[in-house]
């Protein structure tokens, strides 16, 4: 059988390693100067005021839901096609995840549906711009509720005014792990214009210190959600080559589009609408009506291609089933989406005879060669 094709691969060279050599021989593996380093390369990269570095995007999203206010009893509307993470980081604040349906052709958050969601308890609306797409954010803006975003799979996407995600002033999460666009192994960090947002963060991250405080002082509860100084060096190291990376998953995606052009029945990720743009992260289709996704699955597995269902809806999760009473027919569009959808491999390095493989692959296994 052919060499097989992962579903992701981080991009890691010399650069990262002597990065991290240099911190281990610094002797300052944590709360050292790669911190406030990486943070304002990463603010300056998404043209962010300010930034704060936590220890994965599900730490930053949770940080950042208690930052604008998020507490008990609270509602927070938010899209049923995400990663697990953001609905879990509401209920970890003993908030309710309200879901609303998505628009069917983006994938993301329908304001409409989101603005129908809203009740008196509604304290905050926590858009996911999934699979990199941005999300109709002048539109959710328009609700007057406090804003988190979901950018863990969005890093170097554009909003419809063309400013880029991270840089509207909303706290906007990002994570690091090592299918993201970029990694440190684990980690995530909050953008936000507001710095009494970054201050909170900081000291939550921080077991609830203040930065002017002795190291045994505690002003407010806390976490360790720190990220380590080997993690942002490497985080460094990555986003001084973030666009070389980002051109690479643009290349590897328009090789699938022209591969996997006017197969029946089958859809692919939506093209930018107007000055939006897609940061590109993974490369999800929907397979055709009637056609098994997990014998489709199988199918490229026994040709060597790593493929995953991607993703599954959250509120047809067990937990949320039992725990919030939901079932299958709430929303449509969403359950549709979900139980179609296929990340096919994606990744900067991937060869152009690698998308032909998986494309040729996917053709025969639909029987349109
Ligand atoms: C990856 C991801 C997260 C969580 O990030 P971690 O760093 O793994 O905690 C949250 N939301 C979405 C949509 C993601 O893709």
């Known amino acids: 059988m052919a060499e097989p094709i992962p579903l992701a691969k981080p991009l890691l060279g010399e650069a990262e390693e002597q990065a991290v050599l240099d911190v281990l021989r610094s002797g300052q593996l944590s709360l050292g100067p790669r911190v406030p380093a990486f943070e304002e390369a990463f603010a300056a990269a998404v043209e962010a005021e300010h930034a704060s570095a936590v ?18 009893g609270d509602e927070v509307v938010t899209s049923p096609l995400s990663f697990v993470a953001s609905a879990n ?33 509604t304290t905050a609306i926590m858009p996911i711009h999934i699979f990199g797409y941005p999300t109709a954010m002048i539109e959710l803006e328009a609700l007057g509720l406090p804003i988190v975003e979901d950018a863990c799979e969005a890093l170097g996407a554009r909003y419809a005014d063309g400013s880029l995600v991270g840089g509207r002033g909303h706290p906007a999460v990002f994570g690091f792990y090592a299918n993201k666009q970029m990694t440190t192994g684990e980690g995530g960090m909050v953008t936000t214009a507001d710095p009494s947002v970054k201050a909170r963060i900081d000291s939550e991250r921080n077991q609830g210190r203040a930065p002017d405080m002795d190291w045994l002082d505690h002003d407010r ?93 959250i509120h047809l ?40 493989r998986v494309c040729a692959a996917l053709r025969e296994i639909l029987g349109q060669t």
Request: hydrophobic share 40%; aromatic share 8%.
């Open 55 to 72: 220890s994965s995007g599900t730490a930053g999203l949770q940080l950042a839901l208690r930052a604008v206010g998020v507490t008990d």
């Open 317 to 356: 999760m067990a937990y949320y089933r039992e725990q919030f009473g939901h079932r299958e027919g709430e929303f449509p569009v969403c359950e549709k989406v979900a139980a179609q959808s296929v990340a096919l491999p994606f990744f900067a390095e991937m060869t152009t005879g690698q998308v032909e």
């Open 221 to 313: 509860l806390g976490f360790n959600f720190r990220l380590s100084d080997i993690a942002c060096a490497i985080g460094l190291a990555q986003l001084s080559r973030l666009d070389e990376m980002n051109a690479g998953r643009t290349r590897v995606s328009e090789l699938y589009y022209e591969g996997l052009a006017g197969v029946e029945g089958l859809s692919l990720p939506c093209s930018d609408q107007g000055s939006e743009r897609r940061g590109w992260f993974v490369f999800v289709v929907q397979l055709p009506d009637g056609v098994d996704r997990d014998t489709t699955i199988r199918s490229l597995s026994e040709r060597g291609i790593q493929s995953k269902p991607y993703l599954p809806a």
């Open 89 to 121: 980081v509401c209920v970890m604040e003993r908030a309710k995840p309200v879901f609303a349906d998505i628009d069917p052709v983006t994938l993301t958050l329908d304001p409409d549906a989101a603005a129908a969601a809203v009740t008196d308890r």
